[in-house]
């Protein structure tokens, strides 16, 4: 079946860390760059970061310097590390990869 699982997300005060996990299946990870996005309540989904199929990285400049996207291509699995959280990191967190979406993970960040 291909799919795209999330999990990681959470609860967490302004200042603290979490980590976000999603898992592939091969048909979608392998040599294909993935990315995670967001959406907050009332906005648009917007990209947070990118990883390409060798490891190069980008990111939005609103999370840049804090989050560092990673993959394991052993298991097929993509990390966000989320540090410095901040209220407005308040969001659903998606993870993409080949057209294909999961079903995304809350991430809720308190002042």
């Known amino acids: 079946q291909v799919q795209l699982v999330e999990s990681g997300g959470g609860l967490v005060q302004a200042g603290g860390s979490l980590r976000l996990s999603c898992a592939a299946s091969?048909?979608?990870?392998?040599?294909?760059?993935m990315a995670w996005y967001r959406q907050a309540p009332g906005k648009l989904r917007e990209w947070v970061a990118r990883i390409s199929s060798s490891g190069n990285t980008n990111y939005a400049d609103s999370v840049k310097g804090r989050f560092t996207i990673s993959r394991d291509n052993a298991k097929n699995t993509i990390h966000l590390q989320m540090n410095s959280l901040k209220p407005e990191d308040t969001a659903v967190y998606y993870c993409y990869g080949s057209n294909r979406w999961g079903q995304g993970t809350q991430v809720t960040v308190s002042s």
């Open positions: 091969e048909s979608i990870f392998s040599n294909n760059e």
